[in-house]
């Protein structure tokens, strides 16, 4: 199915189904601790050994040697597989470094060698013995010191319209400040962890990964191996925030651990080596020049940035939501990459515009306050229902001064301090935020097989994943509703490379895009059951287990007859050209600041998100609740310290690396606008996922400002950045 036009009146319209706030058909199993995990594969495979990783001690450099000797001879050991001995291994698609290091050495923690053994205690104590020799190089570990040698990347040269330089110089308020984020760890929960076994010729992985075909793809070319030699399986996943999208070393390692073992071998990263060895969001350096008339009306909005990678590495596209947020004849972006000598920097919840945001929506309230005006009334005045850089391409919908209005009505923004610094509560000073939340709606091609038995049961099978976002349960919702079947009555089947090629989880694609497969592939099966009852397709009715059509009426099982089975993708048009589809919202934050020790503590917070039709209301507040949470840390906790002589990140472990718990959040608000976008898919829905996350941050460091006056632009906004600023205290 081509989706070519606007959505025009479909089934899922019907909303009996679809856009209730249905429980997690999944949450049993999780909750009971029966969902298998690729780690927990127990039974799918006999005679499991285990891997487990080696490590580079250093961030550059080459291989002199490898001792091996004393590991092999360790109790247990059934191989150790390195670069000399594991045959080529070749860089995927979407990988930077190599997966298995050696001789060359490209970041800290790279993995080096695999010790396979009967258990795991006695993998690990081997992987101890194995003594390698390296030839350390320096490297380049610090942006700030690589900033001048930054270039401009191929994937995006900059943009301007109009004269920006001419009109900032001219403007009656202006704004130029720098802005900084830090290295950040995905932390999920569920380590990357995977099960290989080899049947001759032909590999199945049990892993943990976010987007099955790019993975398929990834190990085929990484291991030399036909895709169709190649089955991935990712039934269950426990967290992956963008650092499960690509391949990993442990699916690499536990394939070519198990071909030398001759054995089936599973194996997870330790903590401490899967945030040096897996992919970070990087660091970004931010300018943000900003010059608006008396009246608040922007007139020139400028937005520079550089992060760092390794050699041919990507970049942290923060500058993509100012080229759409906010009016302004006068525009300018760049983006710039330094050569770094540090683990990976790649996709991370929200990529380019959580951490743009960071940025931008400090900017917004800094420039606001230089020309008087309200932080909320100065984003409504700056709105825009055209693509800034094209004024003839409209938004498919944009709501966003009706997010901003709501939003402050329900929080009380009339309420917030006028002054910085001016509301005391005993030891704290109280402060109130606002940023706005943007992010653009993605699509991908995602396709779906449906299947009707004689008994009625309905069952999809896509090789989309459920990394905690409820994929399970949205896609049956869809379906029952297409089929006019209950929830029971369908059996949703995901994570595996055979099924049909989703869009996979990422970039809150998912959602809106796996559905539109599977409405797809149900138009396509309503049409061949209609065919066999000889129905007219007008005013046909797909309904409480039956067809029906006029007086006739077929229960859907005698339909389907021994069975029927179809199979359709969602592939996209040029909508996505003619309007700018994105998502958009409004995020408010109350804080307490100690007075006297610059501690902060969040207070409550309210997300007011315009995402088209929300699928099911329940799954997507857990999920902006779980963004809103994960911007608390980025804005207060959350940094990945660089050790800038030995490049790696210090503190690689949860005890280091801080993030929220529940006791850090004590009330969360979310409100979703009641609209749909016909544009965006048959579903009229688009995702919801990150725009939670985006702005969340910046609305924390402005109540920080409104509650103690004191401008934090380097993030996290910790307590010793406070401390000195702080007012006086008795």
């Known amino acids: 199915m081509k989706f070519e036009k606007p959505a025009s009146s479909n089934p899922i319209d019907k909303m009996s189904i679809v856009g209730k706030p249905v429980n997690r058909i999944d949450g049993a199993l999780k909750t009971s601790g029966l969902a298998p995990y690729a780690f927990e594969q127990h039974d799918v495979v006999g005679n499991q050994a285990y891997g487990y990783i080696v490590a580079a001690p250093i961030a550059k450099g080459t291989i002199t040697a490898y001792h091996l000797e004393t590991a092999k001879a360790a109790p247990g050991v059934l191989a150790i597989v390195t670069a000399e001995n594991a045959g080529t291994i070749e860089v995927g698609d979407f990988n930077t470094a190599k997966l298995l290091g050696g001789p060359k050495i490209e970041h800290y923690h790279q993995a080096v060698a695999v010790v396979v053994a009967d258990t795991f205690e006695q993998a690990r104590h081997a992987a101890g013995l194995v003594r390698i020799d390296y030839n350390q190089d320096q490297g380049k570990f610090d942006l700030a010191s690589e900033k001048g040698a930054a270039k401009v990347s191929d994937e995006d040269e900059g943009t301007a319209v109009g004269d920006f330089d001419g009109a900032f110089a001219q403007a009656a308020v202006t704004l130029d400040a720098t802005y900084t984020t830090p290295d950040q760890s995905h932390a999920m929960m569920e380590p990357h962890a995977s099960l290989a076994a080899w049947e001759g010729d032909k590999l199945t992985v049990w892993t943990s990964n976010q987007m099955i075909a790019w993975a398929h793809g990834d190990i085929a070319k990484t291991l030399g191996l036909d895709k169709e ?268 490379s055979r099924f049909p090629v989703s869009a996979g989880s990422g970039g809150q694609f998912g959602a809106n895009c796996s559905t539109s497969g599977v409405y797809a592939a149900c138009m396509k099966l309503r049409e061949a059951v209609i065919r066999k009852v000889g129905f007219n397709s007008d005013d046909v009715v797909f309904e409480n287990g039956v067809v029906r059509s006029g007086s006739r009426s077929i229960p859907l099982g005698e339909a389907a007859g021994e069975g029927l089975s179809e199979e359709d993708a969602i592939e996209w048009g040029d909508l996505d050209e003619t309007y700018q589809q994105s998502t958009f919202g409004s995020h408010f934050v109350e804080v307490a600041v100690d007075a006297f020790t610059g501690e902060t503590r969040i207070r409550r917070m309210l997300a007011v998100c315009s995402a088209g039709r929300i699928l099911n209301p329940k799954t997507a507040r857990s999920q902006v609740i779980g963004a809103m949470t994960m911007g608390v840390g980025g804005a207060l906790t959350e940094e990945l310290a660089v050790d800038t002589n030995r490049g790696f990140f210090v503190n690689h472990d949860l005890a280091g690396y801080e993030v929220p718990v529940h006791a850090d959040i004590p009330r969360q608000e979310v409100i979703f606008l009641d609209d749909v976008d016909p544009v965006s898919s048959p579903m009229k829905a688009k995702g919801i996922g990150e725009l939670g996350l985006c702005g969340v941050a910046a609305a924390v460091a402005n109540a920080i400002y409104n509650a103690t006056g004191v401008r934090v632009r380097d993030y996290p906004v910790t307590l010793d950045k406070l401390i000195e600023g702080l007012p006086e205290v008795a």
């Open 229 to 496: 030699n190649v089955r991935v399986v990712s039934p269950y996943i426990g967290g992956g925030f963008g650092g499960k999208l690509f391949v990993r070393s442990d699916a690499i390692l536990a394939a070519i651990g198990a071909r030398a073992a001759g054995r089936p071998v599973k194996l997870a990263l330790p903590r401490p080596v899967i945030f040096n060895n897996g992919t970070h969001r990087p660091a970004t350096i931010q300018r943000i020049r900003i010059g608006t008339e008396k009246s608040g009306k922007i007139t020139a909005i400028a937005h520079e940035s550089w992060n760092g990678n390794l050699e041919d590495g990507s970049l942290e596209t923060a500058v993509q939501q100012t080229r759409l947020l906010y009016a302004g004849e006068n525009r300018m972006t760049m983006m710039k990459l330094a050569h770094l000598d540090l683990p990976e920097g790649n996709a991370m919840r929200a990529p380019g515009e959580a951490p743009g945001l960071m940025a931008l929506e400090i900017a917004i309230d800094e420039i606001a306050e230089k020309a008087g005006i309200d932080p909320v009334e100065f984003r409504i005045l700056n709105d825009t229902q055209v693509d800034p850089e094209n004024p003839d391409r409209p938004f498919s919908q944009r709501p966003f001064v009706e997010c901003m209005r709501k939003g402050a009505e329900r929080f009380g923004w009339n309420d917030r301090p006028r002054t910085p610094a001016s509301r005391r509560e005993g030891r704290h000073l109280i402060g109130m935020g606002v940023a706005a939340a943007f992010r653009n709606n993605l699509l991908l091609k995602s396709g779906a097989r449906v299947k009707l038995d004689s008994k009625g049961v309905v069952t999809v099978e896509t090789d989309m994943t459920d990394i905690g976002t409820g994929s399970y349960t949205i896609i049956a919702q869809t379906a029952a509703e297409m089929l006019g079947v209950p929830l029971d009555q369908v059996d949703v089947r995901l994570g595996d």
